[in-house]
Structure formats: C-alpha cells, structure tokens
C-alpha cells in the first residue's frame, strides 16, 4: 500500500525556517520524483520543488528558487524540502507527492504528472 506522510510543518515568525520530510512507504524512491506543492486558502495548488528520485534533477518554482532545497535520502525513503528566509506568503497547506519517472531523469512538475499524495502539513507564516 503506498503511502506518504508529510511531517515538520508548524508555525514560524518571517525569515524563519523549517524542514518538511515526506516519509515514502509501499514503494521506493529510486523510481519516483516527488514533489513538493503547496495550497493556500482560495488559490490554486502550485508546484513549489520537485525531486527526481533516482537522477537527482530537481525543480524549483521562481518564487522559492535560492530559498528553498529539496534533498532525497533514498535509503530511508525520505523526501526532505528545508525552507529557509521564510515569507508570509509561504503560508499554505504543502503536500508531497509521487509520480512515476520510467528511469528517466524526468522531473514532473504539474499536479496531474503525480499520482500518490500525502494529507499534507501546515506551514503557516506569520508575526
């Protein structure tokens, strides 16, 4: 049963920083990317970084680019996104989720390329 579980959201004052782990079961990483995305009340969900599991290629969203890092420890079959110089408009609702690579050094980045999600963690950015 594939299963993903998103942990380390919370609250944090501006400029602050957080780690968010997604915890992979069911399946290994090693033929998955996994992204990041987030929800914010009244807005669409958005791609904010994204892991080809296997290759390492990554993708970062303009708007978190030099800001946040995705990391991937595949023996522990853990995603990891570290924040860092958090904004009030990072606040959101963020998800991990799995999508199929083929064994190519692909990284999906649309919501609809990712077929497993997790219930997600809050990030909530305020003073």
């Known amino acids: 049963q594939v299963q993903l579980v998103e942990s380390g959201g919370g609250l944090v004052q501006p400029g602050g920083s957080l780690r968010l782990s997604c915890a992979a079961s069911?399946?290994?990483?090693?033929?998955?990317?996994i992204g990041w995305f987030r929800q914010a009340p009244g807005k669409e969900r958005e791609g904010v970084s994204c892991i080809n599991s296997n290759f390492g290629s990554t993708y970062y969203a303009d708007s978190v680019k030099g800001r946040f890092t995705i990391s991937r420890d595949n023996a522990k079959n853990t995603v990891y996104l570290q924040m860092n110089s958090l904004k009030l408009e990072d606040t959101a609702v963020y998800y991990c989720?799995?999508?199929?690579?083929?064994?190519?050094?692909?990284?999906?980045?649309?919501?609809?390329?990712?077929?497993?999600w997790g219930q997600g963690t809050q990030v909530t950015v305020s003073s």
């Open positions: 069911g399946f290994t990483l090693d033929y998955y990317a």
């Open positions: 989720a799995a999508g199929a690579t083929h064994g190519s050094s692909w990284v999906p980045v649309t919501h609809d390329e990712y077929d497993y």
